[in-house]
C-alpha cells in the first residue's frame, strides 16, 4: 500500500498517524543493513518465548529503528520539531493533509499497523 508521504517527506501517514520516514540520508548499504537486523528482530519478537526473550527483542527493534533515524532525534536540521505520532489534521501538515481530499487520505486511514 502506498501511505501518502508529507511534501518534505519526512513522515507517511497509516492509521491516521504521522509516522516517522527513514532518513533519506543513510547510504544504501547500512539502511539495507538496518533493515534486515530490523525484520530480524521483529521475528525474534514473534517467536519470543519468555518475557525476557521478548525485552531483549524489542530492544534490538528500537535500535535499528534508531539506525534507520524513525526514532530518536530527528534527522532533519531546520529545527522543526517531530511530530510523529501526531494525527496530520492536528500538525503543521493540516493544510497539505486537507488537499489531498478523501481519496487521497484513504490509504492514510487504514486499518491496518505500522510495525512498530
Do not use: H, I
Not at 530480524?40 to 527493534?61: G, I, L, P, Q
Not at 535499528?64 to 530527528?74: C, D, H, N, S
Request: charged share 35%.
Amino acid at each position: 500500500m502506498d501511505y501518502p508521504v508529507t511534501p518534505d517527506g519526512r513522515y507517511f501517514v497509516a492509521r491516521g498517524r504521522l509516522w516517522r520516514c527513514t532518513d533519506p540520508s543513510l547510504p544504501e548499504d547500512e539502511r539495507q543493513a538496518a533493515v534486515r537486523e530490523l525484520m530480524s528482530a521483529r521475528r525474534a519478537v514473534r517467536d519470543a518465548k519468555s518475557e525476557a526473550e521478548t525485552k531483549a527483542a524489542r530492544a534490538r527493534v528500537d535500535a535499528a529503528k534508531r539506525r534507520l533515524g524513525e526514532r530518536g532525534p530527528v534527522w532533519w536540521s531546520d529545527g522543526a520539531a517531530d511530530e510523529g505520532g501526531r494525527a496530520p489534521k492536528n500538525s503543521s501538515y493540516a493544510d497539505w493533509w486537507d488537499t489531498l481530499g478523501e481519496a487521497g487520505r484513504a490509504p492514510g486511514m487504514d486499518k491496518g499497523r505500522p510495525r512498530d
